[in-house]
């Protein structure tokens, strides 16, 4: 069971982020702040982020940075995307299975 990673274009086109990407979360949920947006991933569904929260995604992936230090790589890894996400004006989708 994971999370699988998808950057949606303005049009709703997806790319894969690749199963490394998917792990990467999986360790930076297990870490989320009750009533965070990170929270609110539903591992079982779909989750969809638009820019305006992926903005308050970031800080709460800076959150979950600065009190996990073994979770630096895997922050910046979705940070990564995050920012390739804001350069296209898309969407970052989220695949619970």
């Known amino acids: 069971m994971g999370v699988d990673v998808y950057l949606e274009d303005q049009i709703h086109g997806r790319t894969y982020a690749g199963a490394e990407v998917g792990v990467q979360l999986s360790r930076v949920l297990a870490k989320a702040r ?3 947006l990170l929270a609110s991933v539903d591992v079982y569904g779909d989750t ?3 820019l305006i929260q992926l903005q308050q ?3 709460e992936l800076d959150a979950v940075s600065a009190a996990n ?3 630096r790589p895997d922050v910046e ?3 990564l ?3 390739k ?3 296209s ?3 970052l989708w989220l695949s619970g299975d």
């Open 89 to 91: 004006r898309g969407y």
């Open 69 to 71: 230090i073994d979770l």
């Open 34 to 36: 009750a009533g965070s």
């Open 81 to 83: 995307i995050i920012e």
């Open 77 to 79: 890894s979705l940070k």
């Open 85 to 87: 996400i804001a350069r």
């Open 48 to 50: 969809m982020f638009n």
């Open 57 to 59: 995604l970031e800080l």
